[in-house]
């Protein structure tokens, strides 16, 4: 009996961590002889609708078998480093262009510019060249050499006006082609900031942005960056960084153009927007399908341009990639670009009115029809083509460095601390998490 | 080598105490499989440098000394200990709920149901609805405050409110559980003990505060110690109310911190390192509290 006690527990050990194992390992297909994909991304509703058509349509045609794992935006980054971690990673899932260095460095992603170039499926000349070199890694700048996925899409950020108020308020309707300067643009803002119902309080504002999302366009148009050329060095302490980022701040101190300082949160801004009391606001293209209900006409312009009188913005982008363990790696490449660039793939995912085609014929197609609003869908096309940068923080290793100007920048909104001195304080404290980001890098 | 029965009786304990056994095993595999080792891991982890994705590079203590001059660091550490100010307030209007929970009077089931309720939802809802109340505009606080002529601040987003807004709602969350465990506790309270004491001449105040209060002692000292782990863990409210550690980080929690640095910025090792140093500050808060608490115990007969 001394001797069974142990033995029984060994025993149990033992099955139970078969138990354990077995529940964990579950193999990823291949026992039945049929090929079996994983392809894991987030998205709202619409493009899981679009997405799970597509793979549905890629299914037959190729008799593959795809695994779909859907999760909300701010769940995907924990559970795909949880699957990596647990060496369970997807054979396709999105990736964005800030994660292509560590991703390719750690070998989790696959090289499949031959399987791109060579394809028969796949026209990449048709595609925007903005969404494929997000993906491009040589392995030491993201942007150039191979590539190492396809773009999911290309969301370019521009800027909107409502029509029906600056016709209202006798405003000439901007330029479609000649941005507004710095002070024509306040002075248009100004006119529109008024109180309309005679109630004593404002109910019209010129416009109401986020700092966070809108203040490169501005800074850039002004001659300033973020980086230098070989992002080594943050340069938000320049002259042209501190002028563009006070006359953003001016908006509301000075000109007071903007809903006060405490109501100028996105989600409040959107909805006085939607409601017709904001003249100038951005527009991406995932907002297209919801503004298609408006009560009132809008249409899309450059962004304001500062001292350099060209205008800028930036685009955002995911990619599709594949990685490097998957069993099937032709299939898998072959679903990316399916869900790239598929004609019938990309009509869906257009007509739910989330992003613009990835296909440039298709793209100029949609771009001159006039049935759906705005009228000047040919401004998203030229940022995509023309204008439009990355954001600075998705080309480096993270973005820390990127979100430190934004966490204590509040005082500068408010008023209470120039743009010059808070971007001499930040300057130190960005540069060093850009230092440790670039050393990981390098690792 | 005793007698020769034996054998014969223990073939069914033998098998008994195979199938205990079976069943032991089972939590114990999973406790070392899913608490222990990743556990050890994550210890390991600290001392190297690890972006969740590649093999960790051994950097021996590299990840605390860069704690200590994280000014991120210590103010999300700053910011957990403040919202901790929540756990006494809780404590005292629970305390307080469940004193008039246990008087005889009508609708007391209605108002234990409603007190209740915040426990049993699901945090990220009870968060995003707590998101709307606190807005600055439109948010039912504000309204409510307008009412009687009082301007409220825009909640979530100013410096000066964030922390209170967050205790505020951490509060209301908690406190249907303090609640029903004081409710018990006062219930089990034997009557005789008032009765003596009021015999005795004792205001309804010293009976509270000589019969009471010590008697709820034990379930005070529980809610305590549970509360101060599970305050410093705190982490989904902040994360769905304030995403981006609020107007100048001044909501950021430590675990939400930690989180931030392993998922966002890649730093695993890093957030390895400060997940270790919080579990040792839990680890010693909770030692001293029992400490203490032994100092003071008593007993009644």
């Not at chain 1, 193999?27 to 597509?54: S, V, W």
């Not at chain 1, 529109?192 to 004593?200: C, E, K, P, S």
């Not at chain 1, 100029?364 to 954001?391: C, Q």
């Not at chain 2, 069943?23 to 190297?48: D, E, H, K, R």
């Amino acid at each position: 009996m001394m001797k069974s006690r142990p033995m029984a527990a060994t025993l149990a050990l033992f099955t139970a961590a078969g138990l354990m194992l077995g529940g964990c390992s579950a193999p990823t297909g291949g026992d039945t002889g049929e090929k079996k994909l994983t392809f894991m991304f987030r998205g709202g509703e619409d493009e899981k609708k679009a997405y799970e058509k597509a793979v549905q349509q890629f299914e037959t045609e190729n008799n593959v078998d795809v695994d779909i794992i859907v999760t909300t935006a701010d769940q995907y980054a924990t559970k795909l480093k949880a699957a990596i971690a647990g060496k369970q990673v997807p054979d396709v899932f999105y990736i964005g262009p800030g994660d292509v260095q560590a991703y390719v460095q750690n070998g989790i992603v696959k090289d499949i510019t031959e399987y791109v170039e060579g394809s028969d499926t796949i026209d990449l000349d048709n595609i925007w060249e903005y969404g494929v070199d997000s993906y491009r890694f040589d392995g030491k700048r993201v942007g150039e050499g191979a590539i190492y996925a396809l773009p999911k899409d290309v969301g370019p950020f521009s800027f909107g006006y409502n029509k029906t108020m600056l016709e209202k308020a006798g405003i000439p309707l901007p330029d479609k082609d000649k941005p507004y300067t710095f002070d024509e643009f306040v002075a248009a803002a100004k006119k529109l900031t008024a109180d309309t119902n005679g109630d004593g309080a404002l109910d019209q504002w010129g416009t109401g942005l986020n700092v966070q999302w809108n203040l490169q366009p501005f800074v850039w148009s002004n001659g300033g960056d973020w980086l230098n050329a070989d992002r080594t060095k943050v340069t938000v302490d320049t002259p042209e960084f501190a002028e563009s980022l006070q006359w953003f701040a001016d908006l509301q101190n000075v000109h007071g153009v903007t809903p006060a300082a405490a109501e100028a949160q996105t989600l409040d801004t959107y909805q006085r927007w939607m409601k017709g009391e904001i003249g100038f606001f951005p527009i991406a293209p995932w907002d297209l399908s919801t503004y298609q209900k408006l009560g009132f006409e809008w249409d899309v312009i450059p962004y304001p341009a500062g001292e350099s009188g060209k205008t800028a913005s930036w685009i955002g982008t995911l990619g599709i990639a594949v990685s490097e363990s998957t069993k099937y790696p032709e299939d898998a490449v072959k679903l990316v670009e399916f869900l790239t660039a598929n004609k019938e793939a990309q009509q869906s995912l257009v007509d739910a009115g989330i992003q613009i085609p990835n296909l440039k014929d298709m793209a100029e197609t949609w771009a001159a029809d006039t049935s759906t609003k705005p009228a000047n869908k040919a401004e998203f096309l030229e940022i995509v083509k023309d204008y439009g940068r990355a954001l600075p923080g998705g080309n480096t290793y993270n973005a820390e460095w990127y979100d430190e100007l934004f966490t204590n920048i509040q005082p500068v909104l408010d008023g209470k601390q120039t743009a010059a001195d808070y971007l001499k304080e930040a300057q130190p404290r960005m540069q060093e998490f850009l230092d440790a980001a670039n050393q990981q890098a390098g690792n | 080598m005793t007698t020769i029965t034996r054998p014969r009786r223990s073939r069914l304990h033998r098998k008994e105490h195979q199938a205990a056994l079976l069943f032991v095993a089972i939590p114990v595999i999973g406790f070392l499989l899913f608490t222990l080792f990743p556990l050890l891991f994550s210890v390991y982890a600290s001392f190297t440098n690890w972006n969740g994705i590649s093999a960790p590079v051994f950097k021996g203590l590299d990840n605390y000394t860069k704690m200590f001059g994280d000014r991120y660091f210590l103010k999300s550490l700053w910011n957990t200990l403040f919202m901790m100010i929540g756990i006494p307030v809780g404590l005292v209007i629970s305390l307080a709920l469940a004193l008039a929970m246990n008087r005889k009077m009508r609708g007391t089931t209605f108002f234990r149901t409603v007190y209740y309720l915040p426990v049993i939802s699901s945090i990220a809802a009870v968060a995003i609805l707590w998101q709307w109340a606190f807005n600055g505009d439109f948010g039912l606080i504000n309204q409510g405050l307008g009412l009687i002529g009082i301007e409220g601040p825009n909640w979530l987003q100013d410096t000066s409110t964030v922390k209170p807004a967050l205790i505020i709602m951490a509060v209301w969350k908690g406190l249907g559980y303090s609640m029903l465990l004081y409710l018990a506790a006062l219930q089990s309270v034997p009557r005789y003990l008032y009765e003596a004491a009021s015999l005795d001449g004792a205001t309804a105040w010293q009976q509270f505060r000589h019969i009471t209060i010590p008697m709820v002692r034990p379930v005070t000292f529980f809610l305590i110690v549970t509360s101060i782990i599970g305050g410093s863990q705190i982490f989904v409210e902040i994360n769905i109310m304030t995403p981006t550690g609020g107007p100048e980080f001044e909501s950021a929690s430590i675990v939400w911190y930690i989180w931030q640095k392993a998922f966002d910025n890649l730093q695993m090792g890093y957030a390895s390192a400060m997940s270790v140093v919080l579990g040792l500050l839990v680890f010693t808060i909770t030692f001293i509290q029992f400490r203490l608490n032994r100092r003071n115990q008593f007993s009644i007969d």
